[in-house]
């Protein structure tokens, strides 16, 4: 109930934002919000994560998006730069649960 009560909120400011109304209207913001969620400690290939660690992974990818383009870098190059760092993120959480693993378990037999 409170996701779609938020996202019935959303869309109402959008279409008063924009005076239309669009189904692919945040199509544009879907990369950005799954990095924020991975970036905020939630494993890519499931598990759980915290409403503040996706709070700082948004804060991270603004400041990011926005840095980019302060100096000013193409539209494109942005897209590239927040999948690399979304690939990082992945690679880390990977290699974290990979050594974790290994310490819980012991050495193989």
Do not use: K, Y
């Not at 779609?4 to 692919?24: D, E, H, K, N």
């Not at 100096?71 to 690679?91: D, H, P, S, T, Y």
Request: charge should be neutral.
């Amino acid at each position: 109930m409170l996701s779609s009560a938020t996202a019935g909120i959303a869309g109402f400011l959008s279409t008063l934002r924009f005076t239309a109304g669009s189904a692919v209207i945040g199509d544009a913001l879907l990369l950005s919000s799954i990095a924020a969620v991975i970036i905020g400690g939630v494993s890519l290939f499931g598990g759980a994560g915290s409403v503040m660690g996706t709070v700082i992974g948004a804060l991270i990818i603004a400041v990011l998006t926005t840095g980019l383009v302060m100096l000013n870098v193409e539209a494109f190059w942005q897209f590239i730069v927040v999948g690399v760092v979304v690939i990082v993120a992945v690679l880390i959480d990977q290699s974290r649960d990979l050594i974790i693993g290994r310490a819980t378990r012991g050495p193989p037999t």
